[in-house]
C-alpha cells in the first residue's frame, strides 16, 4: 500500500511537540521526515458521567463544558442516595434551605455527629440500624456497588453503544468486575460457536493439563458469554485469544488495564473508566491529559460511528469541575528524553570502536535542540573571526610591556583588595565595617563603577562558603550598562577613575547585591536620607571629592610601576 521510499512510519494521538520529535528522527536516520497532522478527530468525541443508572453529557462533540449536565449529574447522585435512605428505612437528608438544621436521627444515626458536605448529615453507621453507606462516608471507586456494571451494561445495551472498553487499573478488580456479570450473556448460538473453535485451536498448542488451568476455564466461560478481560497477568495465550476475538465483534464487553489502550489498532463503540485516579508506582493521582486522550481515544469507529461515547463512572459525588476539565480538554504532556548517560552505558560503548560515548550524547533527543542551532552558531563563529581579523593590531615595542605589566598589577591589586575586605569581614570586629549607610564602590557587569549605600543585609541569604558571598540590599543609581555577560567579572582595573562615578541626573533603586561585586570600601558613611538632592550631592559630592584629593595620588603610578619592574627583573636574574 505504500511506496517503497518509505520505510518509516510514525503514528500518534498524543504527541505535541511533533515537529521537534520528527526532526530529531530525520537528522538521526539522516532523512526527510514529513509531519502530517490533523486538529479534529474523525470521529468526534462525547463525554459523559454515569451518575444513578444514568448518563449526562458533559463534553460534547465541539470540546464545549456543559455546566448543566455537571449540575444535573450532582442533582442524580441526591436522589439516589435519598432512595438508598429510603429503602434503608431513614428520613431523607435535609441540605438546602435546612441552614444549622441538626442532623437526623432515624436508623441509628449518631447524635451529635458533624455535618457532611454540602449540609447532609452524618451516614449511617453499617450494620446500627440500615444500610447507607458504610462508617467512611460516601462511597469512593473503590466501594463501588457491586451492581454498577449490571445496570451500565444493560443500559449500553439498549442504548446500542456496544462493543465497550472498560479501562480499571487494577488487575485484580478488572476479573472482579467480570465476575459480576455472572447472570449476562451478550452472545447468540452463532457467536458462541465461533468463540468455541477459535479458543479450542489456540488451546490445541498446550499440552497436558495446561489445558485445564484454573485460569484457562474461567476466561472460557466469560469469552463464551460475550465479555473478556485483558490485562499484564493473563497467560499470554489468553491474551491473543482476547484481542483475535475482540477485533471480529464476539466480545461486547471487555475489562481492561490501561496497557489495551497502547500499540492496538481495536476500538470500541463506547469506552468506561471505572475510575479517574491510578498508582503511578509512587501514589496515586487523577489522569495526565495525554493519558485520558490515549485510552478514550479507543472510543469511535471510522465509518461505523457518527460520535464516540466515553463514560466516566463517578461515586457518591462526581469529580470536581476543574479536574474534568484539565483532563479532557488540557493538552497533552510533551515528549521528553529519558537518557540517562550510566556508567554501565559507557563501558558497553567503549567496546564499540565505531561509536564514541560523545556521539551517542549527540544523537539523545534531549541534545536536539542544541544540535540543531550548531550550524547557524557555526556560522556566527565564522562571522565574529572575520570580525575579530579585521581589527587593528597593536603593535608598539614600547606600549606592549607597559601595558601587559599595568594589567598584572591591576589583577595583583584587586586580589589583595578582595582579600583584605574578606579578613575584615571574618573579624569579628569587621562586621561594623559593613553597617547600614557605608558607601562602597561596586564594578561588575551590573555595576560598572557605581557608588553605593548600603542598607542591610538580605534576610533569605543562605550559608555561603565565603564571606564575599554573602549578599546586601545596596541603593544605588539604576543600571545603566547591560549586557549577556552578567554572571561573569570585568577585566581588573585600578585605580578606579573618579570621573566615572558620576552620573547624571541619576534614579536610584534598592537591589540585592553580592560582597564580591564590591570593589572599594569607602570611610564615607550617609547617617539618614534626607530627599533625592541631599542624597545625590552626599553619594558624588562627598565620595569623589576626597577621593580626588587624598586617595588617589596619579604621581605615584611611575613609582608604582617602575619598582615593580625592578622586582621582575631581579626575580629573573
Same mark, same amino acid.
Given at each position: 500500500m505504500l511506496p517503497d521510499h518509505i520505510s518509516i512510519i510514525l503514528l500518534s494521538a498524543t504527541v505535541p511537540n511533533t515537529k521537534e520529535f520528527a526532526d530529531w528522527v530525520g537528522r538521526t536516520k539522516k532523512k526527510d521526515i514529513y509531519v502530517i497532522s490533523t486538529p479534529k478527530r474523525p470521529v468526534p468525541l462525547e463525554h459523559y458521567l454515569w451518575a444513578g443508572k444514568d448518563m449526562f453529557k458533559i463534553v460534547d462533540a465541539k470540546g464545549n463544558f456543559l455546566s448543566t449536565g455537571y449540575k444535573d449529574v450532582g442533582e442524580a447522585l441526591k436522589r439516589k442516595q435519598d432512595k438508598e435512605r429510603e429503602a434503608a428505612g431513614l428520613a431523607p437528608v435535609q441540605r438546602v434551605g435546612a441552614r444549622g438544621a441538626a442532623p437526623q436521627r432515624g436508623g441509628g444515626g449518631q447524635r451529635g455527629a458533624p455535618p457532611g458536605r454540602g449540609g447532609r448529615g452524618a451516614p449511617p453507621q453499617r450494620g446500627r440500624g440500615g444500610g447507607g453507606f458504610g462508617s467512611s462516608g460516601p462511597r469512593s471507586f473503590q466501594q463501588q456497588d457491586r451492581n454498577l456494571y449490571v445496570h451500565l451494561v444493560g443500559h449500553l445495551k439498549k442504548q446500542q453503544l456496544l462493543p465497550v472498553v472498560i479501562f480499571t487499573f487494577s488487575k485484580k478488580r478488572c476479573e472482579e468486575y467480570a465476575a459480576t456479570l455472572v447472570n449476562l450473556d451478550l452472545a447468540n448460538a452463532s457467536d458462541k460457536s465461533e468463540v468455541h473453535v477459535t479458543i479450542e485451536k489456540a488451546l490445541s498448542r498446550l499440552k497436558g493439563s495446561d489445558k485445564k488451568l484454573p485460569q484457562i476455564a474461567r476466561m472460557t466461560d466469560l469469552l463464551k458469554r460475550g465479555i473478556g478481560v485483558h490485562h499484564g497477568g493473563l497467560l499470554p495465550i489468553v491474551k =491473543?485469544?482476547?484481542e483475535l476475538l475482540f477485533s471480529r465483534g464476539l466480545v461486547k464487553v471487555l475489562f481492561a488495564t490501561e496497557t489495551f489502550a497502547m500499540g492496538v489498532n481495536m476500538p470500541a463503540r463506547c469506552v468506561v473508566f471505572s475510575n479517574i485516579r491510578k498508582h503511578d508506582g509512587r501514589g496515586f493521582r487523577d489522569? *495526565?491529559?495525554?493519558?485520558?486522550?490515549?485510552?478514550?481515544?479507543?472510543?469511535?469507529r471510522r465509518g461505523l460511528d457518527a460520535t464516540g461515547v466515553v463514560i466516566i463512572v463517578s461515586g457518591d =459525588?462526581?469529580? %470536581?469541575? /476543574?479536574?474534568? @476539565?484539565?483532563?479532557?480538554?488540557? &493538552?497533552?504532556?510533551?515528549?521528553? /528524553?529519558?537518557f540517562r548517560l550510566t556508567y554501565n552505558m559507557i563501558l558497553n560503548l567503549l567496546r564499540v570502536e565505531a561509536l564514541r560515548v560523545e556521539e551517542m550524547i549527540k544523537r539523545s533527543f534531549s541534545e536536539n535542540a542544541s544540535q540543531r542551532l550548531l550550524p547557524d552558531q557555526q556560522k556566527e563563529v565564522v562571522k565574529a573571526e572575520?570580525? $575579530? #581579523? #579585521? *581589527? &587593528?593590531?597593536?603593535?608598539?615595542?614600547?606600549? @606592549? @610591556? %607597559?601595558? =601587559?605589566? $599595568?594589567?598584572?598589577? /591591576?589583577?595583583?591589586?584587586?586580589?589583595?583588595?578582595? #582579600?583584605?575586605?574578606?579578613?575584615?569581614?571574618? @573579624? /569579628?570586629?569587621?562586621?561594623? *565595617?559593613?553597617?547600614?549607610?557605608r558607601v562602597v564602590i561596586l564594578r561588575d557587569f551590573r555595576f560598572q563603577n557605581r557608588p553605593a549605600m548600603l542598607v542591610q543585609p538580605t534576610s533569605t541569604s543562605a550559608p555561603s562558603k565565603s564571606v *564575599? %558571598?554573602?549578599t546586601y540590599v545596596m541603593l544605588s543609581p539604576s543600571i545603566l550598562i547591560v549586557t549577556d555577560e552578567s554572571n561573569g567579572e570585568l577585566p581588573p582595573r585600578w585605580p578606579i577613575p573618579p570621573e566615572t562615578l558620576l552620573v547624571e541626573s541619576p534614579t536610584y533603586e534598592l537591589a540585592s547585591i553580592p560582597l564580591s561585586s564590591v570593589a572599594l570600601v569607602t570611610d564615607v558613611v550617609l547617617k539618614r536620607l534626607i530627599d533625592t538632592v541631599s542624597l545625590t550631592w552626599k553619594m558624588q559630592h562627598k565620595v569623589c571629592r576626597p577621593w580626588r584629593t587624598l586617595g588617589y595620588q596619579r604621581d605615584r603610578y611611575p613609582r608604582l610601576t617602575g619598582a615593580r619592574s625592578k622586582l621582575l627583573n631581579s626575580k629573573k636574574r
Open positions: =491473543e485469544v482476547v489522569l *495526565l491529559p495525554g493519558e485520558y486522550t490515549q485510552m478514550s481515544g479507543r472510543a469511535g =459525588e462526581p469529580p %470536581d469541575t /476543574s479536574t474534568l @476539565n484539565k483532563m479532557m480538554l488540557g &493538552p497533552s504532556t510533551k515528549l521528553t /528524553s529519558q572575520k570580525e $575579530f #581579523k #579585521k *581589527l &587593528p593590531k597593536l603593535q608598539c615595542e614600547i606600549c @606592549n @610591556n %607597559d601595558i =601587559e605589566l $599595568f594589567y598584572e598589577i /591591576s589583577a595583583e591589586v584587586v586580589e589583595r583588595n578582595r #582579600k583584605i575586605i574578606a579578613l575584615a569581614l571574618a @573579624n /569579628s570586629q569587621g562586621g561594623k *565595617l559593613l553597617g547600614p549607610g *564575599l %558571598d554573602r
